[in-house]
């Protein structure tokens, strides 16, 4: 009923009903034994005809569910991509699942996330009456309590007044109910939140690094520049340019700086690989992002340094060599 209401309402372009949503992280588990008594298991979703074009899931191969078709009720059944793969099956299109298992292919969907990117995508099936396809299932499992959800598409506008028409529509049918909804963006965020949470920790810790670094270098370079005034002074005296002075001064930094980049890039590439491998799907770490950051420790370092150096370097030498 709520969805018949929703559909009068122009804002909402599509909705679509469905016993878990994106808002669930992970969707009924089925285990059952095919024909050569081999334990297989995949996920389930029971949904009606609108769910593809809700949620924007592309098919690939044969048909959607027809709402025309009282058949496809307890007959028909859509899987991913992986479950094809799982099997073998060249032709999926009215294959049935080994195992006693009515339901047959009529569509194939492309592969989509349905929990979260820790997780590879699991071998998926999607039907219209869950209890006709568990009923050949040796064990089911469900992540959240199994009611209907209603996935609603909206036009482009005012989110606030998009949620007043969900609310009017849902008192139409339900005035002694509470409303409640969740918006899929804040709900798929929720998922990474440890992931962000450690992005900012690892910012703030690297940002404190380099500006400690920064003061132990510019300490470093001032107790160095005091140490060796007169060997400064005689060397313009006898005739080192500032360029000369400055290279002289930062060198050893320099050298102390690259040594700490030989010890830790394969320190952090280690590191970074056993954070990624809690990824199904990642990135692949780049030779030049590390390259990137020893350059830029390079300059850092030259950056704080110099300043010294060139201050020095350009000391009247008369002046540091007075006393003597």
């Known amino acids: ?13 599509d909705a679509a009903v469905s016993l878990f949503s994106f808002l669930e992280t992970g969707w009924a588990g089925i285990g059952y034994e095919d024909d050569q008594k081999v334990y297989r298991n995949l996920r389930m979703n029971a ?3 609108d769910f593809l074009n809700a949620t924007n899931i592309q098919l690939v191969a044969g048909r959607n569910f027809s709402k025309d078709n009282p058949a496809d ?6 899987v991913n991509e992986a479950l094809v793969k799982e099997y073998g099956w060249d032709d999926p299109i009215g294959q049935k699942l080994p195992g ?10 492309k592969d989509f996330h349905f929990e979260s990117l820790h997780t590879p995508i699991q071998p998926l099936a999607l039907v219209i009456d869950p209890n006709a396809f568990t009923a050949h299932a040796m064990d089911v499992g469900f992540p959240a309590p199994p009611q209907r959800r209603v996935t609603v598409r909206l036009q482009p506008g005012s989110l606030t007044e998009n949620v007043e028409i969900l609310k009017k529509a849902w008192a139409a049918i339900a005035p002694n109910q509470d409303f409640e909804y969740q918006f899929l963006d804040e709900a798929l965020a929720q998922q990474y939140v440890q992931e962000r949470r450690l992005g900012s920790i690892v910012q703030i810790a690297s940002a404190l690094s380099i500006f400690v670094a920064c003061m132990g270098l510019f300490g470093l370079a001032t107790l160095a520049v005091a140490r ?21 001064l930062s060198k050893d930094f320099v050298i102390l700086v690259l040594i700490a980049l030989i010890i830790a890039t394969p320190i952090a590439w280690w590191a970074l690989d056993s954070w990624l491998q809690d990824f199904a ?7 030049w992002v590390f ?5 830029a ?7 704080t340094v110099s300043f010294q150096a060139i201050r020095a370097a350009l000391t009247n030498p008369v002046e540091s060599l007075r006393s003597e």
């Open 1 to 13: 009923m709520y969805q018949s209401e929703l559909r009068k309402q122009p804002q909402v372009k």
């Open 73 to 78: 009720v307890t007959g028909a059944m859509l």
């Open 281 to 287: 799907y990642r990135v692949n770490m780049q030779w």
């Open 228 to 248: 060796r005034v007169k060997e400064i002074g005689i060397r313009k005296v006898l005739g080192a340019s500032v360029g000369n002075v400055v290279m002289l």
């Open 47 to 49: 949904v009606d005809p």
């Open 291 to 295: 390259a990137f950051a020893g350059v």
């Open 297 to 303: 420790a390079v300059l850092i370092a030259l950056a």
């Open 100 to 109: 006693g298992f009515e339901q047959r292919v009529v569509g194939v969907v």
